[in-house]
Nanobody, 127 residues
Framework: QVQLVESGGGLVQSGGSLTLSCAAS????????IDWFRQAPGKEREGILC????????LYADSVKGRFTISRDNAKNMVHLHMNSLKPEDTAVYYC????????????????????WGQGTQVTVSS
């Protein structure tokens, strides 16, 4: 049974840093594309980062470029989202997701390609 579980959310001051984790079970994620999405209140879900399953190339949304990075921890079957220089507008529920295509490429932001979602973790950035 495929499952994704996010952790690491919380309250942080503007300019601070936070690392979110996405733990996978039911599959070995090192050759699968993993996306991070976020959804702020009243807004659509936004794809912000993707690491592909083919060669670990990444795609970033303009809103997080230069501030957020993504990494894999294959030993723990996890993916991490490292967030720096956080802004109040980064406040949202953050989700990891996968299309579960072996060695697939990134399709940043395409919620219709996602087959499995995590439950989400809240990130709140205070000004």
């Amino acid at each position: 049974q495929v499952q994704l579980v996010e952790s690491g959310g919380g309250l942080v001051q503007s300019g601070g840093s936070l690392t979110l984790s996405c733990a996978a079970s039911g599959f070995t994620l090192d050759h699968y594309t993993i996306d991070w999405f976020r959804q702020a209140p009243g807004k659509e879900r936004e794809g912000i980062l993707c690491i592909n399953g083919r060669d670990d190339k990444t795609l970033y949304a303009d809103s997080v470029k230069g501030r957020f990075t993504i990494s894999r921890d294959n030993a723990k079957n996890m993916v991490h989202l490292h967030m720096n220089s956080l802004k109040p507008e980064d406040t949202a529920v953050y989700y990891c997701a996968t299309d579960l295509r072996l060695r697939g490429v990134c399709t940043l932001g395409r919620t219709d390609y996602v087959r499995f979602w995590g439950q989400g973790t809240q990130v709140t950035v205070s000004s």
